[in-house]
């Protein structure tokens, strides 16, 4: 069975300005790909595509925007990442539709995120100017992770705009 995940992808504006910002070499980081910038909002590990395919597909989300920044942040022992604010509500929905399905969901709160890189022993030291990338999410990606490392989407999941209350 294939790996999967549910993400949010950035807009291209906002993957080739962070493409532009410096990446020092530095022995044992790695540098995510840029084509791989992505946002994380339910890791499925090994399950069922069709399984996953109807559960979200029969599912409604609503929008969001999202925040990126704004500086680089250190997640747990090993992550560089921008932090991702906007995207908990979405992400809580989509956790509790695809609770059955794949691996159980983390049993921590969810961290909003886009990893830039990994690291072994130290981190990165990055001279980036302070971020601040607002883009509306309008799709989710139900995205494979392929053995040999690339991302490959499976299917896109259309939002929908909330409702809002008449003045």
């Known amino acids: 069975m294939p790996r999967l995940f549910v993400?949010?992808?950035?807009?291209?504006?906002?993957?080739y300005e962070l493409a532009g910002l410096p990446r020092p070499s530095e022995p044992g980081v790695s540098w995510t790909k840029p084509h791989r910038?992505?946002?994380?909002?339910?890791?499925?590990?090994?399950?069922?595509?069709?399984?996953?395919?109807s559960t979200l597909s029969a599912q409604s989300f609503g929008g969001t925007s999202v925040t990126l920044g704004p500086a680089p942040e250190r997640l747990g022992r090993?992550?560089?990442?921008?932090?991702?604010?906007?995207?908990?509500?979405?992400?809580?929905?989509?956790?509790?539709?695809?609770?059955y399905i794949g691996?159980?969901?983390?049993?921590?709160?969810?961290?909003?995120h886009l990893t830039v890189?990994?690291?072994?022993?130290?981190?990165?030291t990055v001279d980036?100017?302070?971020?601040?990338?607002?883009f509306?999410?309008?799709?989710?990606?139900l995205v494979e992770s392929a053995p040999w490392g690339e991302y490959l989407d499976?299917?896109?999941?259309?939002?929908?705009?909330?409702?809002?209350?008449?003045p």
């Open 128 to 134: 980036w100017p302070r971020l601040g990338e607002t």
């Open 37 to 53: 910038l992505h946002i994380t909002l339910r890791f499925l590990g090994e399950c069922d595509t069709g399984e996953a395919l």
């Open 103 to 112: 691996d159980p969901p983390p049993d921590h709160p969810f961290v909003g």
């Open 78 to 99: 090993g992550v560089l990442m921008l932090p991702a604010v906007g995207a908990d509500d979405l992400a809580e929905s989509v956790i509790d539709c695809t609770r």
């Open 154 to 166: 499976v299917a896109k999941f259309p939002l929908h705009e909330h409702s809002r209350p008449d």
């Open 117 to 124: 890189a990994r690291f072994r022993k130290r981190q990165p």
């Open 7 to 15: 993400a949010v992808w950035p807009p291209p504006s906002v993957v």
């Open 136 to 141: 509306e999410v309008t799709e989710i990606s």
